[in-house]
């Protein structure tokens, strides 16, 4: 099987492959002009050559559609990626943020003419207050991680306008997604590193000992990453409450706790959720994040500027619509981010999302998605080793090792790949060897989740037959095994170079 780097030389390399612009061609036709030509462009401003491809429509059509064959995604097959959840994204929502007055408004038209826009996002914060029970929202933050970075830049806020200088420190459990300490580093915090128990919680005598007031907060994901509920979660709450830290929740993924648990509820202050893993809109590859922060009343104040907000109010018994505008929280944090976040790429897509399933729907969804992890986590359990085993959440971890042999997690989701699935996430959480974290989304069916098992109880047997097939899978794709090592330190985004690429480095 070639290695990456020859398979990556054969593309660079090969004009018949990549290389496909004739002088000449071209994909568009230009009607006559029916206006007087304009004077041409001063001399200095001209281009002798302008070295872009060119095709005919035909071309590109078949290039793109080609590449994209290469890859691999929800719309083709089940995609179990723990953490980063895979959902199938509705194709409604694709014609909602197409519609043409959403499409073509501009973050900078006087609100008169946005109204409907406006009216979407006001009506967003709210839905998203209610599913969290939170008293905020903001809809400005790109993705999870600028929302954890926004919720933390609130918390410093909060503890500086009451001179409580002190506080330095933001616990992190263990089992934390790697960008909790990144967000909580970008703000020149300390991290400490608060250990899981033999049940997957937070140990709480760890806690306990981390707790004084040098303490920030306490960043916690719960459902955690392993899958697992805090049993205690009251309990780590209290604690850092009873320290005077703030109570960060890590909501990337709510899938199981909507209609269920409020997060406000339970006492957190601040979590953000990632409108593009719980509420279907299109990601990794397949458009932009959204991560809206929700806060409690303490720190309502300084929620990122502008919010949206009703500036006169309207009255239902004269059908007169209120007027929607943008607001500016007491102590804001300032802005996050241009305009008003992902509107139609992100908000109007979960707006949709929400509106489609309503508040019963919802709690549908969760159900489902647990249902699901617990499904396979039952089928796979004694074939596979599950460290934390008990009644999971949206996803389990397992373990990608086997008793005498060397086979690992890595080759597990190789071989997969060969079997038409989509890898689990590998090796996170840390805390886990090898482990392989599932989440199969409330959207798939029974079939679906039967083959998955029936194509790892296969992958089990032949680690034990032969596990050289794992160790050099897949064996179906255009690539084969890639050099990890290489592909991470060596890396090359751009697989078209041009002519004069020595010059250009
Ligand atoms: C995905 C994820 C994040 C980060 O979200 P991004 O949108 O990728 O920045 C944070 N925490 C958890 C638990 C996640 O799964």
Redesign the pocket.
């Known amino acids: 099987m070639a290695d990456i780097s020859t398979a990556l030389d054969a593309i660079i390399v090969e004009p018949t492959v990549f290389e496909l612009s004739s002088p000449g061609r071209t994909g568009t036709t230009m009607p006559a002009a029916d206006v007087p030509a304009a004077d041409s462009l001063p001399e200095h401003l001209l281009r002798s050559e302008l070295p872009l491809p060119e095709l005919a429509e035909v071309d590109v059509v078949r290039h793109f559609t080609r590449l994209s064959q290469f890859n691999y995604s929800v719309d083709e097959g089940f995609y179990p990626l723990g953490?980063?959840t895979m959902k199938y994204n509705p194709k409604i929502n694709e014609d909602t943020c197409r519609l043409p007055g959403f499409l073509f408004t501009h973050p900078l038209q006087p609100i008169e003419t946005v109204q409907g826009n406006l009216a979407l996002m006001f009506e967003l914060q709210e839905w998203l207050k209610e599913i969290s029970g939170f008293a905020g929202v903001t809809l400005q933050p790109a993705?999870?991680?600028q929302g954890e970075f926004s919720g933390v830049l609130m918390m410093a806020a909060y503890h500086k306008m009451r001179g409580d200088t002190k506080r330095v420190k933001m616990l992190i459990p263990d089992a934390a997604?790697g960008?909790n300490p990144a967000s909580v580093g970008m703000l020149g915090m300390q991290v400490v590193t608060i250990p899981s128990d033999e049940r997957g919680n937070v140990n709480l005598e760890a806690l306990k000992a981390a707790c004084d007031d040098t303490v920030v907060g306490m960043m916690l994901?719960n459902p955690n990453?392993l899958g697992l509920f805090d049993e205690h979660v009251e309990e780590v709450i209290r604690l850092v409450k009873d320290c005077g830290g703030l109570m960060y929740g890590?909501g990337?993924?709510l899938n199981a706790l909507l209609g269920i648990v409020r997060p406000g509820d339970l006492g957190f202050d601040v979590m953000h959720f990632?409108l593009?893993?719980t509420f279907a809109v299109p990601h990794g590859g397949g458009g932009p994040?959204s991560?809206p922060v929700g806060v409690s009343e303490r720190l309502l104040d300084f929620l990122p500027n502008p919010l949206v907000g009703i500036i006169e109010e309207g009255d239902e018994e004269e059908d007169l619509a209120p007027l929607y505008g943008f607001v500016t929280p007491k102590h804001s944090i300032g802005r996050m981010k241009a305009f008003h976040g992902h509107f139609g790429g992100g908000l109007v897509r979960a707006y949709t999302y929400i509106a489609m399933h309503g508040p019963d729907g919802l709690k549908d969804i969760a159900q489902h998605a647990v249902l699901n992890a617990n499904y396979l986590q039952a089928k796979l359990r004694g074939t596979y080793r599950i460290p934390f085993d008990r009644i999971c959440m949206h996803e389990f971890v397992a373990e990608g090792r086997f008793e005498g042999s060397d086979v690992r997690a890595l080759d597990i989701s190789k071989r997969l790949i060969d079997y038409k699935f989509h890898p689990p996430t590998n090796y996170f959480p840390l805390i886990v060897p090898e482990a392989l974290m599932i989440e199969p989304t409330e959207t798939e069916n029974k079939d679906t989740l039967d083959r998955f098992v029936e194509a790892m109880l296969k992958i089990a047997e032949e680690a034990q037959s032969d596990p050289e097939l794992l160790k050099s899978a897949p064996h179906t794709t255009r690539f084969g095994r890639m050099d990890e090592v290489k592909a991470a330190r060596e890396l090359i985004l751009c697989c078209w170079l041009p002519e004069n690429y020595e010059s250009l480095t």
């Open positions: 953490s980063c993705a999870g991680a997604h960008t994901t990453t890590d990337a993924n990632n593009h893993k994040g991560g």
